[in-house]
């Protein structure tokens, strides 16, 4: 049985390391947050008093206390008593995101009280015993000595901010070029759904580029929505980095997301039309289909939207990790897995929307945007269907 390690005090050491700005935050700010997020995954009953201990020959102007509205189960004080610590950390560390737990399992004992002769003593001591920690064996901490190393470490954490539902064309072609975005918004204030808002115009001129129906439009139009793809990726990675998860974040990025595709089906539809019109043929049938397929992308998410999905459906497959909790269930009742896991892992691979995306400007560029419409029409299709069955399994339980 895994042992139960719980937090009531943590000693954080303080320099002007502090202040370093590493993937968006300043390093007191990211440890604070750090201890708050375990506190919360750790279901704390207590707020965890985090003691910050300033090196003594710091200057009072450069000592400040971590304020975000995000901490809350975290209180901070620069009293320090004679009661031990449960864990000591330095602002010279760098911590991965749910780095806390193997921090603490990392340690052989809890570390307990000194008392040298000095404050600078004890401030010392403290410190060597953090210099001292073991390398992280998975990557979940970083010592930086000095500010040069901030570049490296920041570069590396980002490689680690993908997802597992990650596509392969996410993986090695979307996610390098989003990282080095998201290297520089991080520079700046931004939130993820002023990115989300940001990016989105980007799919509505996008579309309005394919209304006009010849082949450099259609092209140039698929390559917008393909940027818009690589650009959708930041907001996910700038809320990892500074801690700004939230559901309604991930709902409005949903939503961008559904609509980008609507979008992309209504002026395929159109856009094709337009093009049937100039070669003298009746082009309505493009239209009909461009708004039928808008409709069943909208129907078919908000359907998967609203499903109350068993998330540990199909979690003991190899599947898991490379579906979204909404999709699961629709997989594991759909009937799916009855070809075999390898078969719905490469059929789930291929209609990632990374992968299909990429997919759509290759067709573009080969001059076929019909079929990228009759490809949306008829996986929508598909896919509502097998939602549909799931959902009639479920109701028959």
Known sequence: MAQTHSLRRVLILADQSANWIVAGLRQLDRLALSINEFAVENKETASVLVCIFWRPDLDQSQRWAPKNSRLTRVTSTIN????????????????????????????????????????????ESYSQR????????????????????IDEVEMKFLRGCGKSQDGF???????????????????????????????FPIPIAA????????????????????????????????????????????????????????LLAIGLGFGLSRQAHLGGHSGWFYVVEGLAAAVLIGVNESWLALEKSDINAVQSTSLGEALYPRHRALVDRSGMLFFGEKFASWLIQ??????????????AAIGQPAWILHLLFGVTAISLALAAKAFGRRRGH
Request: aromatic share 12%; hydrophobic share 45%.
């Open 350 to 363: 291929l209609t990632k929307h990374d992968v299909a995306v990429l997919f759509f400007v290759l067709l």
């Open 169 to 199: 064309v996410s993986r090695y072609l979307n996610r390098p070029t989003s990282r080095a975005v998201t290297r520089l918004l991080l520079k700046f204030p931004t939130t993820p759904n002023a990115w989300t808002l940001l990016i």
């Open 80 to 123: 320090l008593n004679t009661s031990s610590f449960d864990l000591v950390l330095s602002t010279r560390l760098f911590l991965y995101r749910k780095a806390v737990r193997q921090l603490m399992e990392a340690l052989i004992s809890p570390p307990e009280i000194i008392s040298p002769i000095s404050e600078k003593d004890l401030w």
């Open 130 to 149: 953090v210099e001292l920690l073991p390398s992280s064996r998975d990557g979940s901490w970083e010592y930086l000595t000095d500010g040069s190393q």
């Open 207 to 262: 579309s309005i580029i394919l209304f006009h129906g010849t082949y450099w439009y259609f092209l140039w139009g698929l390559v917008l929505f393909q940027i818009f793809s690589v650009l959708d990726g930041c907001d996910g990675e700038i809320a990892r980095a500074k801690f700004l998860e939230s559901e309604g974040g991930q709902r409005l990025d949903d939503l961008c997301d559904i609509l980008s595709n609507i």
